[in-house]
């Protein structure tokens, strides 16, 4: 089992910037993923970082603007979000997924095995 929980979200303006952490604890995971839901929408996929770091993957809404790091150390993932935009507002949840995960599979949902509880993060026009 995989306990997953973030935090750092909030209200900002627009243009502004926040640091979303995920403190994951149990089995040692691998893949991380960053994904945010909006009221009325589907869960979408923001970011994925693996294991190492080394290869990152970002959704093309946020790219140039949010950056995903790890540190396994810490058991700590995180999502730097600059440049906020209204349409940024959702909940953002991080997930854990296995070693077997597939490149082809970061983007999706059910390719994740553990989700956290979310972090609402709020833009101000």
């Known amino acids: 089992q995989v306990q997953l929980v973030e935090s750092g979200g909030g209200l900002v303006q627009a243009g502004g910037s926040l640091r979303l952490s995920c403190t994951a604890s149990g089995r040692t995971v691998i893949n991380m993923g960053w994904f945010r839901q909006a009221p009325g929408k589907e869960r979408e996929f923001v970011a994925h970082?693996?294991?190492?770091?080394?290869?990152?993957d970002y959704a093309d809404p946020v790219k140039g603007r949010f950056s995903a790091s790890r540190d396994n150390a810490k058991n700590m993932v995180y999502l730097q979000m600059n440049n906020l935009k209204p349409e940024d507002a959702a909940v953002y949840y991080c997930?854990?997924?296995?070693?077997?995960?597939?490149?082809?599979?970061?983007?999706?949902?059910?390719?994740?095995?553990?989700w956290g509880q979310g972090t609402q993060v709020t833009v101000s026009s």
């Open positions: 970082i693996s294991w190492t770091g080394g290869m990152t």
């Open positions: 997930a854990a997924g296995p070693r077997t995960m597939r490149t082809m599979e970061i983007h999706e949902v059910y390719a994740y095995s553990y």
